[in-house]
C-alpha cells in the first residue's frame, strides 16, 4: 500500500482508457476520491463509472460529456443522471451483481473505497457498506482507499487489510448523509394497515422513505424483533434503544442486526461504531433467499411507483423515465413468501399529492419489477389488499378498494375491458 496525498493523485496515471471505476454507494461514497475524479475527468481517456446509489452531489449531468455511467438504478442523485439519459442502467437484483462482477458481466478495473483507520491488528473496516465492495477488491486491476478518520468501525465479515489496498490517501471529513424523511399523515395511515401483518418477534426488511419511517416508529411497542436488511437507516437505532430490536429470536445470527449498507446520519453511524451487536455482510448474505427463507415471520417491507389492478409492481420507471430500480425488492419478497408465517409488503401513496393521477392502474405505464405471482400485500391509504391465494377476479377487487375513490369507476371499466372481469 502506497500513501499519497491528494494533491500528489494523478488518476490518469492510473487508470487506463475505457476502464471503469466503481465505488461504495450512498453514504459509503469516499468523497475526496470520487471528488478527485470529477475534477480530473477531463485528462482521462474514456472512462466508465459504475454507480450504486448516490446521495451526494459529486455527480451532475455535464459529467457525461467525459464520463459514461452505468448504474443498476436511479436511487437519489443517480436518478438525474438516468432521467435525462446520461447514465445507462443494467435491471437486475441485487443478489446477482457480486456474481455478474465476478463474471466480468460488469466490468470492474478500479475500485474506490472509503475505509475507517485500522484497528490493532491492522485491519480496515468498510464502514457504511458492505453490499459487493469485498467481491469488488478482489477483482479489481486497481484499489485506492480513502482512509477517513469519520467513518465508523463497523464489524465486518472480511475487513480490508492493507495487502488489499494499492494507493490510500488520509481524510477527515463527514460522510454522506441522508436525512429521515418527512412522515406525512397519509404514511402514518398506510402504516397502520402494515401493522396487522407484523407479529411480534417478526424479523424485519426495510426500505427507506416516509412510509418505512412511519412502519418503523409504529413498532416501538413490539418486542423480540429482529434486523436482516439489505440496508438500515436511523429510525432502526430507535427501535434498538426503545427494545424493540433484539434479535433474539431470529433462527439465524442471534443477538445480531445485519445489513448490508448504513444510510442515514451521524446517529446512525455513531451506533454502529465498534457495536459487536450489528454486522455488515456482503449481498450474498443480506440478499440471499435461501438464507432469509430460513426465518421464521420474516417480513419485507417495500415500495413501487404503481402497481396494477392483478398485482403487477413497477418500481422502475415511469415511460422512457427511469428513477427508480430493481434492486433487492424481488429477492426479499420471495423470501417472505417461504418464510413460516412471513409476509411481503409494498406499501405506496394511492396517488400523486394532487390526486391527479392514480398508482393503482390497470395497466403498468413501465416495467413489471414484481411478478403478480410473487406478490403478498399491497397497501395503501385505504387500506391492505392482501393478494396470497386470490384469483384474478378478487384481486382486481382487492386492488380497485384500496385505489383513490374518485378513480374507482374508471378503474372498474378499465378492469371489464382489458379483462372481462365486473369489479
Given amino acids: 500500500m502506497r500513501e499519497l496525498k491528494i494533491e500528489e493523485l494523478d488518476l490518469s496515471s492510473l487508470i487506463r482508457k475505457s476502464e471503469t471505476v ?16 470529477v475534477s480530473q475527468r477531463k485528462s482521462l481517456n474514456n472512462v466508465n463509472v459504475f454507480l450504486a446509489s448516490a446521495f451526494s452531489n459529486t455527480l451532475s449531468p455535464e459529467h457525461a460529456e467525459d464520463l459514461t455511467f452505468i448504474s443498476t438504478g436511479g436511487v437519489g442523485t443517480t436518478g438525474v443522471l438516468t432521467k435525462i439519459g446520461a447514465c445507462d442502467v443494467i435491471p437486475c437484483h441485487v443478489s446477482q451483481v457480486a456474481s455478474y462482477i465476478e463474471m466480468g458481466k460488469i466490468p470492474c478495473d478500479v475500485v474506490f473505497i472509503q475505509l475507517s483507520p485500522p484497528n490493532d491488528r491492522g485491519e480496515y473496516s468498510l464502514g457504511a457498506t458492505s453490499d459487493v ?56 395511515k398506510i402504516s397502520g394497515f402494515c401493522q396487522d401483518f407484523i407479529p411480534e418477534r417478526a424479523t424485519l426488511q426495510v426500505g427507506i422513505g416516509g412510509v418505512p419511517e412511519a412502519i418503523m416508529a409504529d413498532l416501538s411497542s413490539r418486542r423480540g424483533l429482529g434486523i436482516h436488511s439489505g440496508m438500515i437507516g436511523d429510525s432502526v437505532v430507535d427501535l434498538v434503544n426503545c427494545g424493540a430490536v433484539t434479535n433474539e ?119 413489471v419489477t414484481t411478478p403478480r405471482s410473487d406478490v403478498g400485500v399491497i397497501v395503501t391509504e385505504f387500506g391492505a389488499a392482501d393478494l396470497r391465494g386470490l384469483p384474478l377476479s378478487r384481486r382486481v377487487k382487492a386492488m380497485i378498494s384500496i385505489a383513490p375513490p374518485d378513480h374507482r369507476e374508471r378503474l372498474e371499466r378499465e378492469a371489464y375491458d382489458l379483462l372481462k372481469i365486473r369489479a
Avoid at 487489510?161 to 429521515?180: E, F, G, K
Avoid at 427463507?293 to 404503481?306: G, P, T
Fill in 249 to 367: 429470536h431470529k433462527e439465524v445470527d442471534v443477538g445480531i442486526t445485519v445489513t448490508g449498507a448504513l444510510i442515514g446520519t451521524k446517529k446512525l453511524f455513531d451506533f454502529a461504531d465498534n457495536n459487536p451487536n450489528l454486522r455488515m455482510e456482503p449481498a450474498s448474505v443480506t440478499h440471499d433467499i435461501r438464507a432469509l427463507s430460513r426465518f421464521s415471520n420474516f417480513v419485507s417491507m417495500n415500495s413501487a411507483l404503481e402497481v396494477d389492478i392483478t398485482g403487477q409492481v413497477n418500481a422502475e420507471g415511469i415511460g422512457a423515465k427511469y428513477f427508480g430500480g430493481v434492486g433487492g425488492q424481488v429477492d426479499y419478497v420471495r423470501a417472505a413468501g417461504l418464510s413460516p408465517g412471513g409476509c411481503s409488503l409494498i406499501a405506496l401513496q394511492s396517488s400523486t399529492k394532487d390526486g391527479a393521477v392514480s398508482k393503482i392502474v390497470s395497466q403498468l405505464s413501465g416495467p
Fill in 22 to 37: 466503481m465505488w461504495g454507494g450512498a453514504c459509503a461514497e469516499p468523497l475526496t476520491l470520487t471528488e478527485a475524479l
Fill in 133 to 188: 465492495l469485498t467481491t469488488a477488491i478482489k477483482k479489481a486491476r486497481l484499489v485506492i482507499a480513502e482512509i477517513n478518520s469519520q467513518t465508523p468501525r463497523t464489524v465486518c465479515v472480511e475487513p480490508v487489510t492493507a495487502a488489499d489496498i494499492d494507493y490510500c490517501i488520509y481524510s477527515d471529513r463527514p460522510m454522506v448523509q441522508l436525512q429521515s424523511a418527512p412522515v406525512t399523515d397519509i404514511d402514518r
